[in-house]
Nanobody, 122 residues
């Protein structure tokens, strides 16, 4: 069973950058790909970005296009989310999960991690 662990969150000022990591705690990892979601207080969890292992196809939410970049690690057990030009509205808890396909729907993802908090101050 895949268990994912997120890291790299923290407090950053507006315009700053952070890189989040999503790694498998065991030997297994996601077969098709990985997605990142986020949830701000009082709001529903929303799609951020996703990537496939085969070919490295990517998909982004409109709100992060041009600022965030998702990538695969050299070893098939880590995915990164590089976040640049951060805004206050990016403040949320960020989660990674295994993707059954590239999609914005939560139902296409499984094996959710516990999340890592990102706070952007003005």
């Amino acid at each position: 069973q895949v268990q994912l662990v997120e890291s790299g969150g923290g407090l950053v000022q507006t315009g700053g950058s952070l890189r989040l990591s999503c790694a498998a705690s065991g030997r297994a990892f996601c077969y098709y790909g990985v997605g990142w979601f986020r949830q701000a207080p009082g709001k529903e969890r929303e799609f951020v970005a996703a990537i496939t292992w085969s070919g490295g196809s990517t998909m982004y939410a409109d709100s992060v296009k041009g600022r965030f970049s998702i990538s695969r690690g050299n070893v098939k057990n880590t995915v990164y989310l590089q976040m640049n030009s951060l805004k206050v509205e990016d403040t949320a808890r960020y989660y990674c999960a295994c993707a059954a396909r590239l999609d914005i729907l939560e139902s296409e993802y499984a094996a959710w991690g516990q999340g890592t908090q990102v706070t952007v101050s003005s």
